[in-house]
């Protein structure tokens, strides 16, 4: 059974770093669109990052562009967020999400292209 679980999160100050875990069981990364989401309390789930497993071809939204970046290790069969200079503002629960793989640029905007989704990790910045 395919599965996506997330770790990493936690508590930290505001212009400080945090590196978030996606390991997929289940199946082997090959070539795939994984990424991560987020949504924090009365706002809308907004895409943050996506990656084509195979290529490493990848996509930002424009909030974290130049702050987080994303990467994967298929032989561990993991994916990670790397997120410095976090703002109060990036507050969010992040789920890691799996789809199919698309030719150029990853949809990172959209949640409907990717069919599996991780339960979530929390994370907040806050001083």
């Known amino acids: 059974q395919l599965q996506l679980v997330e770790s990493g999160g936690g508590l930290v100050q505001p212009g400080r770093s945090l590196r978030l875990s996606c390991v997929a069981s289940?199946?082997?990364?090959?070539?795939?669109?994984m990424g991560w989401f987020r949504q924090a309390p009365g706002k809308e789930r907004e895409g943050v990052s996506c990656i084509n497993t195979s290529d490493g071809t990848t996509s930002y939204a424009d909030s974290v562009k130049g702050r987080f970046t994303i990467s994967r290790d298929n032989a561990r069969n993991t994916v990670y967020l790397h997120m410095n200079s976090l703002k109060p503002e990036d507050t969010a629960v992040y789920y890691c999400?799996?789809?199919?793989?698309?030719?150029?640029?990853?949809?990172?905007?959209?949640?409907?292209?990717?069919?599996?989704w991780g339960q979530g990790t929390q994370v907040t910045v806050s001083s």
């Open positions: 289940g199946f082997q990364l090959g070539n795939f669109t």
């Open positions: 999400v799996l789809g199919r793989a698309y030719s150029g640029n990853c949809p990172v905007r959209r949640s409907g292209a990717y069919v599996y």
